[in-house]
């Protein structure tokens, strides 16, 4: 049968980039009449070098209300950003061993872990909003964890939310345990409407001293752009900037130029608004709806932002039928195993065998016809 939706990895849907077109059409053109050769060139004082295009870095200090932009460094995606700090784990804590994670997360994290040789312990999720922070401080206690890994704000890929409580006490535990303290919210923009999100406190401690904030405009904007942020407390500067230097020689200030554009005038923040009101959350309450009607006995998180969705199925024996089955009715599906950190698989697994949902389409009919074929295939796979 031909298949109507591959739900196997988040991709924005299409309508979102068509979308976009006509709204870069503006802003390049504009783009380079504000900063000429400055996102041309190898770099330019004051204004672009390895560390990222200044004003970028103050419109994005703007927008998480922290002072210094110097802490930010940009980079040419989010995971890139990332994978330098992880690398460079033993400058900030020499001789940790171990990584944490949400018992479910970003499964690209996991992989960079296991090529550099980390241990991965993963933390459960608390009853609501967040990590159960008794078990992180467990973990923390018992191992030699350099670092804790979340996924803010919505989760990829169990579409949980953290509140902001949790939060922070989840940072006052890795203060006090010497553990840095890395969240990676490539979605706070993304949430719904009727939520309100908060920014972190980055500036305040327990966060100025331990935390590393990650973002990326990858899925605010599009994957094509490619850029994404750290922001690191101001200890760690002189430690990671020569690594950086060496990582690249100049990020793309070209893509970095067109955003600090469209966020100086304000209309990055109309197109996540867009976001927000047209598309996240009309999927989200399709898939709320749709998924009470038709999967009750499965557990999955209702979704209030980002692309990301876990519906997980009990009674299942491995996730091999399903994926046959669902593909059998024109959809393709991933199993959700390869998110899970390996000391969790009981943790996860209790509530049923998991399954990727990222919504990659816009289009409620095709949601329904995806959570249609999955109750179909699941009934048929218990049968
Ligand atoms: C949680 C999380 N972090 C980081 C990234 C990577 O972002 P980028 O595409 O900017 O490298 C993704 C992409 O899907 C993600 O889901």
């Not at 995606?77 to 001789?95: A, E, H, N, Y």
Request: proline share 7%; with cysteine.
């Amino acid at each position: 049968m031909k298949v109507f939706a591959s739900l196997k990895r988040g991709v924005p849907p299409e309508k979102i980039l068509e979308d976009l077109v006509p709204v870069l059409k503006q802003i390049v053109p504009q783009a380079l009449d504000r900063f000429g050769t400055s996102i041309l060139q190898y770099s330019t004082p004051n204004k672009a070098d390895f560390l990222g295009f200044v004003p970028l870095k103050e419109q994005i200090a703007k927008s998480l209300n922290i002072e210094n932009p110097g802490r930010i460094i940009i980079g040419n995606g989010g995971m890139s950003v990332i994978s330098w700090l992880v690398k460079l784990l033993q400058s900030f804590r020499p001789g940790s061993t171990e990584i944490a994670v949400e018992a479910a997360t970003y499964d690209r994290f996991l992989q960079l872990c296991a090529a550099l040789g980390y241990q991965v312990a993963g933390v459960h999720f608390g009853d609501e909003g967040g990590i159960n922070t008794d078990h992180l401080e467990k973990v923390l206690l018992n191992s030699d964890v350099g670092l804790f890994y979340q996924n803010g704000h919505d989760q990829n890929p169990t579409g949980k939310r953290q509140i902001l409580e949790n939060v922070k006490a989840g940072a006052e535990i890795c203060r006090k345990n010497n553990c840095l303290y890395l969240f990676d919210a490539p979605y706070r923009e993304l949430h719904m409407e009727r939520h309100e999100t908060y920014l972190l406190p980055l500036d305040e401690e327990p966060f100025s001293e331990c935390c590393i904030f990650a973002g990326s405009f990858t899925k605010t904007i599009a994957p094509g752009l490619h850029c994404g942020y750290i922001v690191v407390p101001e200890w760690m500067l002189p430690l990671i900037n020569p690594r950086v230097a060496c990582e690249q020689l100049n990020p793309v200030y070209f893509t970095q130029g067109i955003i600090a554009e469209a966020m100086i005038q304000e209309i990055y923040q109309d197109l996540t608004r867009r976001i927000r009101r047209d598309y996240v959350t009309p999927r989200a309450l399709t898939f709320n709806i749709a998924t009470a009607d038709f999967l009750s006995g499965a557990n999955w998180t209702p979704l209030e932002g980002g692309y990301f969705g876990y519906i997980q199925f009990p009674g299942m024996d491995g996730p091999g039928a399903m994926i046959a089955e669902t593909r059998s009715l024109g959809l393709e599906i991933d199993s959700g195993r390869g998110s899970i950190a390996p000391d969790c698989h009981d943790h996860i697994l209790r509530l049923g065998e998991p399954f990727r949902f990222p919504v990659v389409t816009n289009e409620p009919e095709i949601i329904m016809k995806a959570i249609g074929v999955m109750a179909k295939a699941w009934k048929e796979v218990r049968s």
